[in-house]
């Protein structure tokens, strides 16, 4: 004899009506919040594969070209760090959007631009008027960190401070010392660094070159200071930005 419990059939046919129910509502839970999102993340994934085409049609249907990813960065800082020319120059030619805008970091992306050797995209960027010279760090200060002379060549032709100062007194000059980039420290000295000034902390490029073990270029520093003037006697200056 079979002991199982009876259940009618409506029953049946209304708890499988429940279920699916439930199981469509679920799938719209599902896939509904990523189809909001998709745009935009179908827009920032345009703008790392460096597709101008595809990111030129989405800013024509109205994507914000101001738009930051998940960690804050905007677009145009995302194309820097990307490397990505062709989408630059699209997002340039927007005049909705801000070539100055900072991600969480505090960078811009003719900083980025500068730190990667990217002159294409650094030279778009000034061609729109975007600002060389920036309080705090520099895209002179990055591009020196990384021994790009062509770049550092660029933002000086293009009026950048030579002696900025990073918050701490930090100057390009000093990074690359620091990194061990000897043609560039000779551009910026012959284009008119002062190897005299000091940071915060009283560091100069000298101080920076020997503490990080970059001998050719302390030593180097050192016969520039004692060919100057009074062997470079004269006061040392306090590194300082001229960005207004």
Known sequence: M???PIVPASSNRAGRARSLFAGVLLAACAFGAPAFAAPADSLIKAVKFDDASAVKKQLAQGMDPNLVDNTGAPLIVIAAREKSDKVAQVLADNPK???EKLDPAGENAMM??????????????????????KKGWTPLH???????????KILLDHS?????????????????ARGGHLSTVKLLLDEG?????????????????????????AEGLAARLQSMPQGGASAPQTGANGAK
């Open 2 to 4: 079979n002991n199982s």
């Open 97 to 99: 959007t801000d070539l």
């Open 112 to 133: 980025l631009a500068a730190l990667n050797g990217d002159a294409t995209f650094v030279n778009i960027l000034i061609a729109k008027d975007a600002e060389v010279n």
């Open 142 to 152: 990055y591009a020196a960190t990384n021994g790009h002379d062509d770049i550092v």
């Open 160 to 176: 950048a401070y030579i002696d900025a100062g990073s918050p701490n007194g930090t100057t390009p000059l000093m990074m690359a």
């Open 193 to 217: 660094a002062d190897l005299r000034v000091k940071n915060q902390i009283g560091m100069t490029a000298i101080d920076f070159a020997t503490k990080y073990n970059e001998k050719d270029v």
